[in-house]
């Protein structure tokens, strides 16, 4: 689209929609871990740090993709490394002052992995400057690696109480860690309804005995 119909007004817009889908209605997330490098210990050979220290980890949301698992033959036999594609709104970024670096690790579900790429995965109507979105590349890594707990939600066979995640709630621009820029320039006004939640019921429904209220609804 041509410059002349599409200015700072039109890209804002444009951001705060896409988040409205990332992050009040799609509802899948990261944790991002750092890698302290003034804190770990570096090989002096291979360069990589044997035991390493993280910061501690941000929920990030995304859209996740699933890749099918990669299946090795070792001697110890066979091994399934999983691979998974994460989509990241590159102004969310901006927002929370977050940046993210090949060789960091993040965890889904049960498992970790380490970032194997970062590239700018697609731009506003052809304006270099305005990158829609992040695109991760990762794949599982090994336990050693990062010996953490994995954060929820993980998986319906576990029993922990982060196992399935029974609470979502928008947040439309009202925390701290999400800010809607025509609301925050005063273009638009903000939500009358506010955030919406979805919440348990105290039902007997579900695999986990929880069952849910859809906004309050019985």
């Known amino acids: 689209?041509?410059?002349?119909?599409?200015?700072?007004?039109?890209?804002?817009?444009?951001?705060?929609?896409?988040?409205?889908?990332?992050?009040?209605?799609?509802?899948?997330?990261?944790?991002?871990?750092?890698?302290?490098?003034?804190?770990?210990?570096?090989?002096?050979?291979?360069?990589?740090?044997?035991?390493?220290?993280?910061?501690?980890?941000?929920?990030?949301?995304?859209?996740?993709?699933?890749?099918?698992?990669?299946?090795?033959?070792?001697?110890?036999?066979?091994?399934?490394?999983?691979?998974?594609?994460?989509?990241?709104?590159?102004?969310?970024?901006?927002?929370?002052?977050?940046?993210?670096r090949q060789g960091d690790y993040i965890s889904y579900g049960e498992f970790f992995f380490e970032i194997t790429s970062v590239i700018y995965d697609k731009i506003a109507y052809g304006q270099v400057e305005r990158v829609v979105s992040i695109k991760l590349m990762a794949k599982q890594t090994r336990e050693d690696h990062?010996?953490?707990?994995a954060l929820g939600p993980t998986s319906e066979t576990y029993i922990n109480d982060d196992a399935i995640q029974t609470t979502f709630e928008q947040q439309r621009g009202t925390t701290s860690s999400d800010k809607r820029q025509l609301v925050e320039d005063g273009v638009l006004e903000a939500p009358i309804s506010g955030p919406r939640k979805v919440a348990p019921d105290g039902t007997e429904k579900s695999v986990n005995n929880v069952g849910f209220s859809f906004y309050g609804d019985e």
């Open 1 to 100: 689209m041509p410059r002349l119909f599409l200015g700072q007004r039109e890209a804002d817009f444009f951001s705060d929609i896409t988040k409205e889908i990332i992050k009040d209605v799609a509802g899948q997330k990261i944790y991002y871990y750092t890698v302290r490098e003034d804190l770990s210990d570096i090989h002096d050979v291979y360069e990589e740090a044997l035991n390493k220290i993280f910061n501690p980890p941000i929920e990030i949301e995304s859209l996740v993709e699933w890749q099918p698992s990669e299946v090795k033959t070792t001697q110890f036999g066979h091994e399934q490394i999983k691979t998974i594609s994460a989509y990241i709104h590159n102004r969310d970024l901006i927002d929370r002052d977050i940046n993210i």
């Open 146 to 149: 990062i010996k953490k707990k």
